[in-house]
């Protein structure tokens, strides 16, 4: 498999949240290798509610890892 | 992306309970890139009463990282 | 927005709980603000057994944050 | 309301997922009071598998919070 | 209740995994103790994709427990 | 059984998201022995959206436990 995870560290909260969107994408591409299948389900699913929730709340999973890695980023906050 | 994370800290619970719910938004938002569709799927989820529970679980996770964050405002205890 | 959450410290495990429940109706209301809509559902949710250990879930997710807010309450042991 | 959570400490390991069942019984009394309701509802959801399943997730969040509580009863696992 | 839980210790992580399955069970023997319904609910669940993936999140939250009990089984790193 | 989990120990973030996949597996597995079952069950669920992102949220939570046993790689940090 490719190199797509170094490291859980990032520079802000907000890359960090992006970095969790791609954890989430991640999962789903593992689980579903096929990029044709998976391209099918994306119209469906992006313009369902619940899918769309439940999307969001892998996301929240793993945005709290990738937070703590951070340590919150904190040492931020005295900068700010 | 336009930046709309800067930190993790809020000044009270009350507002790590609002960047819980933008948390919660962002994620939706970023599945679904499309106002228009997201404002087509609004008013049916949220007069379903199982979407709302799953929204609010979604923030309520959300609300775990942001209070983490913020040390549980354990600062704020000794003020009051 | 109203003040309700100036703090997550609570001096009793129960009340703590409270407080939990509390979090999970207020990110409810945010995400449908009408109170007739909600009134409408809750009869309809309230009696169905799914939607009921739902919230329960979300109930139980705040309690980890309102806990983890109090350290457990530990302090609380020594004095029982 | 009376006391029925005076403490999260238990003495061993399977009290605290006892009350971990107790707090997710807590959550559905005091979303839906009414026993006749939820005796009505007992008897589908104690037979239908996924309802099941996500009563043992509530549980299994609730336990997180005792074990926490209680330091995983890492003391008693020298006197073992 | 006969005894089942006296520690959340495990040698190794996997003995750890066996313990969360063991949790997940005993949340659903306590939810519906009548063995003659859960025998007959089994064949269905665990023929049943969401249901077997539900049951799966419940094992890893309770995993999430156990290892955090253990510490990670991290003391068996250097000996690794 | 055979021994599949020596460790939560991994290298990197990536072989870490990986085991969490292993984890995710195993359970299933251990609820549905039967392979040639789980193989009938595979096409259908991994064409299905919500399935999808059912095993991705199962997923996301193992991570969360396997980064915490690898302090979430955060020696790995100061090499980059």
């Known amino acids: 498999m490719e190199k797509w995870l170094p490291s859980l560290k990032t520079k802000t909260p907000?890359?960090?949240?992006?970095?969790?969107?791609?954890?989430?994408?991640?999962?789903?591409?593992?689980?579903?290798?096929?990029?044709?299948?998976?391209?099918?389900?994306?119209?469906?699913?992006?313009?369902n509610a619940d899918s769309l929730i439940a999307v969001t709340q892998v996301i929240a999973i793993n945005f709290q890892t990738v937070a703590a890695a951070n340590n919150y980023w904190k040492d931020n906050f005295t900068i700010k």
Chains 1, 2, 3, 4, 5, 6 share one sequence.
Do not use: D
């Open 14 to 47: 907000q890359e960090g949240f992006e970095l969790a969107i791609t954890l989430s994408q991640k999962g789903v591409q593992i689980t579903q290798p096929s990029e044709g299948i998976r391209k099918k389900l994306r119209p469906k699913y992006s313009r």
